[in-house]
Nanobody
């Protein structure tokens, strides 16, 4: 079982910055895929930025150059630095992880943290 706890959401003005963090209850070395998704009411949850199983990073085109995903292995956390925020970045941001156990992929979601971009 993996628990993911997000923090760092809130209200930010357009052009501002915000940092989200996701703390895992297990060593993130044991997690094969971990990152951030976001969702607005009535819309599908979408990928924002992730570390893949190969250790590379993937970003949504809409956030490239503004969002940076990073990891702290010692603290078992994955963070998302959000710069130059735009109103369209408003969403609930979810931490997501996949842990492979044998031949089974098990996915986990955090509870979500609200990011609101407004002046």
């Amino acid at each position: 079982q993996v628990q993911l706890v997000e923090s760092g959401g809130g209200l930010v003005q357009p052009g501002g910055s915000l940092r989200l963090s996701c703390a895992a209850s297990v060593s993130i070395f044991s997690i094969n895929y971990m990152g951030w998704y976001r969702q607005n009411p009535g819309k599908e949850r979408e990928l924002v930025a992730v570390f893949t199983s190969g250790g590379t990073t993937n970003y949504a085109d809409s956030v490239k150059g503004r969002f940076t995903i990073s990891r702290d292995n010692a603290k078992n956390t994955v963070s998302l630095q959000i710069d130059n925020v735009k109103p369209e970045d408003t969403a609930v941001y979810y931490c997501y992880a996949i842990k492979v156990v044998g031949a089974t992929e098990i996915d986990y979601w955090g509870q979500g943290t609200q990011v609101t971009v407004s002046s």
